[in-house]
């Protein structure tokens, strides 16, 4: 079955970055865009961004445009977000889903923690 | 950005009772209108995609409807399982991407 497999929580401190991944399994990886989803505490959703894993193209919202990164690495059907100057308002869940008429499959989710 | 509202923020109601879950955008997104729902500390999942198309394995108590503007999640009969938050998210005009405040239905 589609499983998308998160990396593990985060603490770091204001300024710092850090770099998330999510492991994609049971589906043809370049298929279909995958996209970051972050959920501040108690929060809504917010979308961070996107990759499409067939050649690597990005789109970000103009929001993380300058501190946001994502790459991806065929091999091992993984995908990585990058996001640097971290600040406390970063502090949330961060999730990856997978694109196929709506975000079908979802990942765990990563907590990112930004304190001082 | 295309704004998604929705109302009402929250919906207390009991089970067997039928949910009307409202979403409506700043901006026409045609039927590119998702519904997902959220369970505490789980991720969300796609309950409705293209404004009216139950994603795999979602119970036909879920429906969605309308297109343009105005957008509707309803609940047949709410089960005790289906308490939990409910978002819309629009794709038809991004970047960004953007996601509706949520909808809470708790236990009256």
């Known amino acids: 079955q589609v499983q998308l497999v998160q990396s593990g929580a985060e603490e770091k401190k204001p300024g710092a970055s850090v770099r998330l991944s999510c492991k994609t399994s049971g589906y043809t990886f370049t298929a279909n865009y995958l996209h970051w989803v972050r959920q501040a505490p108690g929060q809504g959703l917010e979308w961070v961004g996107m990759i499409f894993p067939r050649d690597g193209s990005t789109t970000y919202p103009q929001k993380f445009q300058d501190r946001v990164t994502m790459t991806r690495d065929t091999s091992t059907s993984t995908v990585y977000m990058e996001l640097s100057s971290l600040r406390s308002e970063d502090t949330a869940i961060y999730y990856c889903?997978?694109?196929?008429?709506?975000?079908?499959?979802w990942g765990q989710g990563t907590m990112v923690t930004v304190s001082s | 950005e295309i704004v998604l509202t929705q109302s009402p923020a929250t919906l207390s109601l009991s089970p067997g009772e039928r949910a009307i879950l409202s979403c409506r955008t700043s901006q026409s997104v045609s039927t590119e209108l998702a519904w997902y729902q959220q369970k505490p500390g789980q991720a969300p999942r796609l309950l409705i995609y293209d404004a009216s198309n139950r994603a795999t394995g979602i119970p036909a108590r879920f429906s969605g409807s309308g297109s343009g503007t105005d957008f509707t999640l309803t609940i047949s009969s709410l089960e005790p399982e289906d308490f939990a938050v409910y978002y819309c998210?629009?794709?038809?005009?991004?970047?960004?991407?953007?996601f509706g405040g949520g909808t809470k239905a708790e236990i009256k």
């Open positions: 889903a997978r694109d196929a008429e709506g975000f079908d499959v």
């Open positions: 998210h629009q794709r038809f005009n991004w970047p960004p991407l953007t």
